[in-house]
């Protein structure tokens, strides 16, 4: 488990969490990076580049 | 071996590679490009012990520049930052494809509105215009009338970033509702799939249904191709069934294949390492 930084929920976390992995928060939505596994720690998800990928 | 992963995100795709080099007892060390500078000569101490890297930045800027960094500290790198350069760019890619004499479709660039729309009346509608950067199937457009392609080459060359103002102009070709991916090291297909959908874009990413596909002789030979047309790694390979064979619409080097793992019962991840396992022997001597 790990606290929302948007809305303080619970965030349920698997076990092969990985930093620099994004996480849905379930209570509102907000997009969660990854920036440590032990313990977790989540921040808000860095908005999307306009050059992505394949 | 210890594997230097170039990352921004990890996404499904990045966590089987990681799980698959872990239980080989190999090391990984996981490279955030964001906290990362690239001095001139000297790598960046994150890469002292990698002796592979094995780009997975989802931003082409990023995989361009710092592919190019660690090739030229003398690390091997996946894929090669020449590759990079090709892949990224549709209007390079295209041109790579046509000179090795990989059938590919018709494809025109042009750089003003008037130019543009010379190509799109000759290749006549439906005809397709794309950026020459960009992913999963976004602001491609089909254009089925001359209204339309006016509006949308007056958006672009108003809006559009300038990438945007260089336009590239397709054939549409009339495939049967689908398309073939096929994930390849070398040029040597690793795993295929068909993506299919009533819409006219079948990317994965826009909700296509997908299913293992069978590799014919001649799909097999575009394949090694079109992979040593971009300076070969690993790839993704698009093409389209014509009707009397095979056309590549374009080789992707980020590639993502968490579908392909899905839609087929090849163990993706595990023959990806057995080729950058086979990577290191060829290019660190012992
Ligand atoms: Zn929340």
């Known amino acids: ?18 930093i620099g992995e994004i996480v849905d928060c379930t209570t509102c939505g907000a997009e969660l990076e990854v920036v440590d596994v032990n313990p977790p720690v989540l921040e808000k998800a860095p908005e999307l580049e306009e050059d992505w990928g394949e | 071996m210890n594997v230097g992963i170039l990352y921004s995100r990890i996404r499904k795709d990045e966590k089987l590679l990681l799980a698959e080099l872990r239980e080989r007892g190999h090391e990984v060390t996981k490279i955030d490009v964001r906290k990362v500078q690239f001095g001139l000569t000297e790598p960046p101490e994150i890469f002292d012990d990698v002796d592979i ?3 997975r930045c989802l931003a082409t800027s990023r995989s361009k520049y710092a592919t190019q960094y660690v090739a030229a500290y003398g690390i091997p790198v996946i894929n090669s930052p020449e590759t990079a350069e ?18 590919t479709p018709a494809t025109d660039v042009a750089f003003t509105k ?14 397709v215009l794309k950026p020459v950067v960009g992913s999963w199937g976004r602001l491609m457009a089909k254009l089925d009338s001359r209204d339309a392609a006016e509006a949308i080459l007056e958006h672009k060359a108003t809006l559009g970033h300038y990438e945007h103002k260089v336009f590239y102009i397709q054939e549409f070709v009339d ?12 040029g040597e297909p690793v795993a295929a ?37 971009v300076g070969g790694g690993l790839l993704g390979i698009d093409l389209m069934e014509t009707g009397d064979g095979y056309t590549v619409h374009e080789v ?8 392909l ?19 290191v022997k060829v290019e660190v001597p012992a």
């Not at chain 2, 990413?205 to 596909?213: D, L, N, Q, Y």
């Not at chain 2, 899905?262 to 990577?279: G, R």
């Open chain 2, 86 to 103: 090709v892949c990224a760019d549709k209007a390079k890619n295209s041109l790579a494809l046509a000179q090795a004499g990989v059938p």
């Open chain 2, 252 to 259: 992707n080097h980020t590639v993502e294949f968490k579908a």
């Open chain 2, 261 to 279: 793992t899905d839609a087929t019962d090849v163990d993706v991840p595990a023959k990806v390492v057995d080729w950058l396992e086979s990577k």
């Open chain 2, 175 to 186: 495939k049967p509702g689908r398309d073939i991916r096929v994930l390849a090291t070398d």
């Open chain 2, 114 to 127: 008037e130019s543009a729309m010379e190509s799109i009346e000759k290749f006549g509608y439906p005809c």
């Open chain 1, 1 to 18: 488990m790990a606290e929302c930084v948007e809305c303080g929920a619970d965030v349920a976390l698997h076990d092969d969490l990985e």
């Open chain 2, 193 to 229: 799939m068909v993506r299919s959908s009533d819409h006219w874009l079948t990317n994965a990413a826009k909700g296509a249904t997908t299913e293992a596909f069978e590799l014919d002789d001649e799909a097999l030979e575009l394949v090694k191709k079109a992979s040593d047309a």
């Open chain 2, 53 to 55: 890297v094995l780009d």
